[in-house]
């Protein structure tokens, strides 16, 4: 099993930047997918971006050129760097690492998008 805790989130302006930060406990080359998903208020959750172990990047047609994941092997982090951010990007960020047959949830962290 894997133990995940986010980190980084807060209150941004529209058009600012912040960036999430995803601990694993163990190496995440053991980990097939890394991911961040992202539930709004009265929404269901959403996948936001997801990595691979390889390094393959997916991300939602919704944040495409705005947001970048990324991979910190060394210290066993995944990033997801945001930009010009939305109102609509309000939401909680959740970190899931899919080991195959489990997937594994961290507790969250709110990014709250407004003026």
């Known amino acids: 099993q894997v133990q995940v805790v986010e980190s980084g989130g807060g209150l941004v302006q529209p058009g600012g930047s912040l960036r999430l930060s995803c601990a694993a406990s163990?190496?995440?080359?053991?980990?097939?997918?890394m991911a961040w998903y992202r539930q709004a208020p009265g929404k269901q959750r959403e996948l936001v971006a997801a990595?691979?172990?390889?390094?393959?990047?997916h991300y939602a047609d919704s944040v495409k050129g705005r947001f970048t994941i990324s991979t910190d092997n060394a210290r066993n982090t995944v990033y997801l760097q945001m930009n010009s951010l939305k109102p609509e990007d309000t939401a909680v960020y959740y970190c899931n690492a899919d080991m195959g047959p489990l997937g594994y949830w961290g507790q969250g962290t709110q990014v709250t998008v407004s003026s």
């Open positions: 990595i691979t172990r390889e390094g393959s990047a």
């Open positions: 163990r190496n995440i080359f053991s980990i097939l997918v």
